[in-house]
C-alpha cells in the first residue's frame, strides 16, 4: 500500500515555527510497553502506528522520513542551530476550548537529544497549547502529557522538534496519541436538493429516471417543469424503502414518456425541486471530445500548448531533463535492478503523480483504440468525431484519426519501457517509471525535481504491452505500415518473453514515490494479450492459448461484478474476440458473446434494482477506489452488449450509468468537471490544483473523480468521511487522492461510453433506413466489390452519399456508378449526374475494382449521407 507524503504547502508554512514560545518540562515517562490507561475519548491523530504508511505526517526538507519497523524516522542532519530547523508533525487536528486532552508516543534517537514536542498553532503566532522538552535516548520510552486546550482550533499541529543537535541523528517515534475532547457529529455533507437527476440531461427517446431522498413511506407527488414553470408532466413517486449503498431512504419517479427537448427543465417533488437538466438529441457530443482531450493534457514529454488548450491549462513539457526535472529520456534503474539506462519519454502521466506505469497505461490505450476500434465494425458508430481534425491535439492533417495518434503517444512510450534485446530479462517491460519520492502538491511536471526510477520487468507489464502493441498492430496498418509493423514485433517479443517469465509479479511494497499497481494473478493478462495476438495474426498459437484459458468461457472471472480494471483485464480480451472479426469457430464466437451478454445481463440487473441506477452492486458492497471507473467499465460492457444484440435493456443501463455519474447519485454529484451543477472540481492532481494555488486551473473539462471509496485510505477523508455508507464515501477535496483523484485508466472507459452516447444520438431505436448489400470476389492482390444501396426509409434522399471506413489495405482503382474516393482507409462514394435521387424503397448500384495486401474483411459499417445503414451481406 502507498501513501503519499510530503505536503509542501503544509511544510511551507511550518518553516516559521520559530517563533514558538514558552517550554514546559516534566512528563510522565514510563517504560516502554507499559500498560496504557483505557482512554475512551476520540483519537485526534490520523495513522499514529504509520501502519498506513508516511501520511499525513510530514518534515522539514532536510529530515526526511520514512517508515522502518513500524515506526516513522527521520535523519536529522548535523549542525542546524534550533530544535525547531528539523521537524516532524501532522497538522489539521481539530481541538475544543476546555476539552482536555493526552498526547503520548514513544521515541528514540541513535544520539541522545532534547526535543520539544508540542502541540500548538499552525499558523503565526504558533500560540501553544502544549509545549514540552523530552530527553530522548537510545531506549524506547513512552511519554505521556496532558492539557487543556485553551481556544478552539479547527487545524492544530502537533510537532516534534527534533534540531539543534552538533550530530547527525535518526529519530523515531511511535504509536502517537492524541486523545480528547468529544467525538465529530456523524459525517452530513451538504447534498443541495433531495431530488437527483442527471445534471446534463437525458436523451429524447431514451430512459429518463431520478430518485428522491426522503423518509415518508408513501407515494409523493413530483412534477416535471419547463424553465418558464410550466407543467409538462407529473405523477407520484415509487417508494424503494432503503438503498443499501448510501444507507439513504429513497423513492424514484420516471419521466421517460416526456420526449419533447428543451432545457432547463426540473423535478419538483414534496416542493424540492432537482437541479436543472436538459431533454435532447445532442447532450454528449462534448463529453466525448474533453475526456478523450484528458489525455494529450496529462502527455509527458511535450508542451501542451496554450494555442490547442487555452492559456489556463498550457505548460512547458515535464520530464525533459530540463533542470530541475531529471528527464525520462535517459532514465535508470532503481539502484541493483539493472545496468542499463533508457529512454522511456513521453507517455502519460498517470494521475494526480507524475509517475508512468506499463500497466495501468495499458488498459488506459487499450480502451482508446477500441474506441476507435468499435468504429470500424458498428454501424451505430460514428469515426467523424474520432478522426483526423476532430481532437484537440497536434497531430492535425496527418491523414491518421486523432484517437490513434493519441494512442501512439502512449504506445512508443509504452514500448520504449521493453527491455532491450542482450539484457538480462529481454523483451519483458520494466513495470513502472517514477520519481524516487512522492512530490508535493502543487508541483508541475517540469518542475519535479525528483530523480525518476525504472522498476523491475514484470510479467504483468510484458503482457500489457504485448496486448497492446498487438493491437496496435492491426489498427496502424492502414495508417502507418512501419509503426504496425514495429508494434507487432513488439508485441511477439512480449509475448515469448512473458511465456519465458510467466510468473515475475510486482513488489506490493513499492509503493514510495508511485504506485504499486501489484497484481499476484496474471492469467487475465495472458488471456487479453493471447486473445490481440490472435485477432491481429490470425496465428492458430495465440487462438489456442485464447482457447486453453481457465478463463474462457467463465463470465464471472473474465467480467467480474465489480467490473474489469487494471488488474483485471480478460473482460478487455473478451471484447475484441466478440467485436473484432477473426477465425473463430460458431461455436467458439458464442461462447465469447455469451460472456460479453451474460455478464451484461448481470450488470443490466444490478442498474435496474438500484435506486439510483448504477450498473455497480459488487458481491461485498464495498465501494472501492476508483469506484467510479468500475461503473464506466460495466457501461462499456453493457454497450459492447447492445451493440452485439440490439437489446434496449442494455443501452438503458449505460444510460442509467451516465445519469448516476452526472448527479443522480447519493452525493447530489456530478463526478464530472464542468457537466452538471454540482460537478467535482478539486480532484487530486499536481497542476490542476487551484484549490491550493489560485493561480493553477481547476481540473480539465470531461474529467472524471474516482468516486466513492468506503477504504478511505487519505487523511482528510478520514478526517471527514469516518462512518460513511459505502456510495457516499467521498469528497472534493484535492488531498482526498483516495476518493478524488483523476487517471488515464478512468477517463479512458468514460471516452468509450461518452462516444457511445453521442453515437445514439436522439435515443430512438435504430431504424433500419436503409441497408447495403456488399459484394466482393477477391483473389491474390485484388477485388471486385458490387455495392446495392437501398433506401428503407420514408425520406427521398438526394442527392446521396455512401461513407465507410476499411479496416484493413485495401486500395480502390477503377470505379463504376459513383464517384468514389479515398483517403487512407475512409472511403466515400457519391452519386454522380443521373443518379442522384435515391428515392424510398429505390436502390442505387456501384462497383469499384481495387488491390488489396494482408488481412481483407468487407466493411461492415455504413453511413448514408450520416444515417447508419444496416447490411445485408
Ligand atoms: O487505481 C488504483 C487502485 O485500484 C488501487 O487500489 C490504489 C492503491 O494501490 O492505487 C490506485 O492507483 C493509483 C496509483 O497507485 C498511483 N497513481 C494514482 C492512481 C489512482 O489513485
Avoid at 468499435?374 to 484517437?403: F, V
Avoid at 511494497?509 to 490472435?534: H, K, S
Wanted: glycine letters at 10%.
Amino acid at each position: 500500500m502507498f501513501r503519499r507524503s510530503g505536503r509542501s504547502r503544509r511544510v511551507r508554512l511550518l518553516l516559521g515555527v520559530a517563533a514558538t514560545a514558552g517550554l514546559l518540562a516534566g512528563g510522565l515517562v514510563a517504560p516502554a510497553g507499559a500498560a496504557e490507561p483505557v482512554d475512551e475519548a476520540p483519537e485526534v491523530i490520523v495513522n499514529g502506528d504509520f501502519s498506513a504508511g508516511t501520511a499525513p505526517w510530514w518534515s522539514t526538507a532536510n529530515s526526511p522520513v520514512a517508515v522502518s519497523d513500524g515506526r516513522l524516522c527521520a535523519d536529522v542532519p548535523a549542525g542546524t542551530a534550533n530544535a525547531w530547523d528539523a521537524i516532524v508533525g501532522q497538522s489539521g487536528l481539530a481541538l475544543t476550548a476546555g476539552e482536555g486532552y493526552t498526547l503520548s508516543y514513544t521515541a528514540t534517537s541513535t544520539v541522545p537529544v532534547t526535543i520539544r514536542a508540542n502541540v500548538q498553532r499552525a499558523t503565526e503566532p504558533w500560540t501553544t497549547e502544549l509545549a514540552t522538552a523530552q530527553p530522548v535516548g537510545t531506549t524506547a520510552e513512552r511519554v505521556t502529557e496532558t492539557f487543556t486546550a485553551g481556544a478552539d482550533h479547527e487545524a492544530a499541529q502537533l510537532v516534534f522538534q527534533i534540531g539543534g543537535g552538533a550530530e547527525a541523528l535518526t529519530f523515531c517515534v511511535d504509536d502517537v496519541s492524541l486523545r480528547g475532547g468529544t467525538a465529530p457529529p456523524p459525517y452530513e455533507p451538504d447534498t443541495g436538493s433531495p431530488v437527483r437527476v442527471n445534471q446534463v440531461g437525458y436523451l429524447t427517446h431514451g430512459p429518463k429516471g431520478g430518485t428522491f431522498v426522503t423518509g415518508e413511506t408513501g407515494p409523493q407527488v413530483w412534477t416535471l417543469d419547463s424553465a418558464d414553470g410550466t407543467r409538462l408532466a407529473g405523477g407520484t413517486t415509487t417508494p424503494a424503502s432503503v438503498d443499501t449503498a448510501s444507507r439513504q431512504h429513497v423513492h424514484t419517479f420516471d419521466f421517460s414518456a416526456v420526449t419533447t427537448p428543451g432545457e432547463g427543465y426540473t423535478v419538483t417533488v414534496a416542493g424540492e425541486k432537482s437541479e436543472p437538466f436538459a431533454i435532447g438529441d445532442d447532450l454528449y457530443a462534448s463529453l466525448r471530445t474533453d475526456a478523450l482531450a484528458y489525455f494529450h493534457h496529462n502527455r509527458s514529454g511535450i508542451e501542451i500548448d496554450a494555442d490547442i488548450v487555452g492559456e489556463q491549462y498550457a505548460r512547458p513539457a515535464g520530464h525533459l531533463g530540463v533542470s530541475p526535472n531529471q528527464g525520462d529520456n535517459d532514465v535508470p534503474c532503481q539502484p541493483g535492478v539493472c545496468d542499463y539506462r533508457l529512454n522511456a519519454a513521453g507517455g502519460w502521466y498517470d494521475a494526480g503523480d507524475h509517475g508512468k506505469y506499463v500497466v495501468n497505461g495499458g488498459i488506459s490505450v487499450a480502451q482508446l483504440m477500441s474506441t476507435f476500434e468499435r468504429t470500424l465494425y458498428e454501424e451505430n458508430a460514428d469515426a467523424g468525431p474520432l478522426g483526423d481534425g476532430a481532437l484537440r491535439l497536434p497531430e492535425h492533417g496527418n491523414a491518421t484519426p486523432d484517437i490513434l495518434d493519441e494512442a501512439r503517444w502512449e504506445l512508443e512510450f509504452l514500448m520504449r519501457m521493453q527491455v532491450p534485446a542482450g539484457k538480462p530479462l529481454a523483451g519483458m517491460a520494466h513495470h513502472k517509471l517514477h520519481d524516487k519520492e512522492w512530490t508535493g502538491l502543487p508541483t508541475r511536471p517540469d518542475r519535479d525535481p525528483q530523480p525518476r526510477e525504472l522498476h523491475p520487468p514484470t510479467t504483468a507489464a510484458t503482457l500489457n504491452l504485448a496486448a497492446t502493441a498487438a493491437q496496435c498492430a492491426r489498427l496502424f496498418q492502414v495508417y502507418d505500415a512501419g509503426f504496425a509493423a514495429q508494434c507487432r514485433e513488439a508485441a511477439r517479443t512480449a509475448w515469448t518473453a512473458a511465456k519465458a517469465h510467466p510468473d515475475i509479479l510486482a513488489d506490493p511494497q513499492d509503493g514510495t514515490g508511485g504506485g504499486a499497481y501489484n497484481d499476484n494473478d496474471v492469467r487475465d493478462e495472458f488471456y487479453w494479450a493471447a486473445a490481440e495476438l490472435y485477432l491481429t495474426t490470425g496465428e492458430d498459437a495465440y487462438r489456442q492459448e485464447v482457447l486453453r484459458s481457465p478463463l474462457h468461457g467463465d463470465t464471472d472471472a473474465v467480467f467480474p461484478r465489480g467490473g474489469m480494471s487494471w488488474g483485471s483485464v480478460a473482460g478487455l480480451g473478451a471484447l475484441n474476440l466478440s467485436t473484432v472479426p477473426g477465425k473463430l469457430s460458431a461455436d467458439q464466437l458464442t461462447t465469447v458473446r455469451g460472456m460479453v451478454t451474460e455478464a451484461a445481463d448481470g450488470y443490466a440487473a444490478d442498474s435496474a434494482r438500484a435506486a439510483y441506477g448504477l450498473p455497480y452492486a459488487p458481491d461485498d458492497g464495498h465501494f472501492v477506489w476508483g469506484s467510479n471507473s468500475q461503473v464506466a467499465n460495466n457501461m462499456v460492457v453493457l454497450g459492447s452488449a447492445h451493440d452485439l444484440t440490439g437489446r434496449t435493456a442494455y443501452r438503458d443501463a449505460v444510460l442509467r450509468g451516465m445519469d448516476y455519474l452526472l448527479g443522480r447519485n447519493a452525493l447530489n454529484q456530478s463526478y464530472i468537471t464542468g457537466y452538471g451543477e454540482r460537478d467535482s472540481r478539486n480532484q487530486h492532481h499536481r497542476f490542476w490544483a487551484n484549490q491550493l494555488d489560485p493561480a493553477l486551473p481547476h481540473p480539465a473539462p470531461g474529467s472524471l473523480a474516482g468516486g466513492p471509496n468506503d477504504a478511505i485510505q487519505d487523511p482528510v477523508a478520514q478526517a471527514e468521511l469516518r462512518g460513511c455508507a459505502p456510495s457516499m464515501c467521498y469528497i472534493d477535496d484535492i488531498e482526498s487522492w483516495s476518493t478524488n483523484e483523476i487517471t488515464i485508466n478512468w477517463n479512458a472507459p468514460l471516452a468509450w461510453v461518452a462516444s457511445y452516447v453521442d453515437d445514439l444520438g436522439s435515443g430512438a431505436p435504430a431504424r433500419a433506413r436503409c441497408e447495403v448489400t456488399y459484394t466482393s470476389h477477391r483473389w491474390d492482390g485484388g477485388f471486385t466489390t458490387q455495392v446495392v444501396v437501398k433506401n428503407t426509409g420514408a425520406l427521398t434522399i438526394r442527392p446521396w452519399r455512401l461513407d465507410w471506413t476499411f479496416a484493413d489495405q485495401q486500395r480502390v482503382t477503377d470505379t463504376w456508378g459513383a464517384d468514389v474516393r479515398q483517403s487512407g482507409p475512409r472511403t466515400t462514394a457519391e452519386a454522380l449526374g443521373w443518379n442522384l435521387t435515391l428515392a424510398p424503397g429505390g436502390t442505387v448500384r456501384f462497383g469499384f475494382n481495387g488491390r488489396s495486401t494482408g488481412l481483407v474483411n468487407d466493411p461492415r459499417a455504413f453511413r448514408l449521407n450520416d444515417r447508419a445503414c444496416g447490411t445485408t451481406s
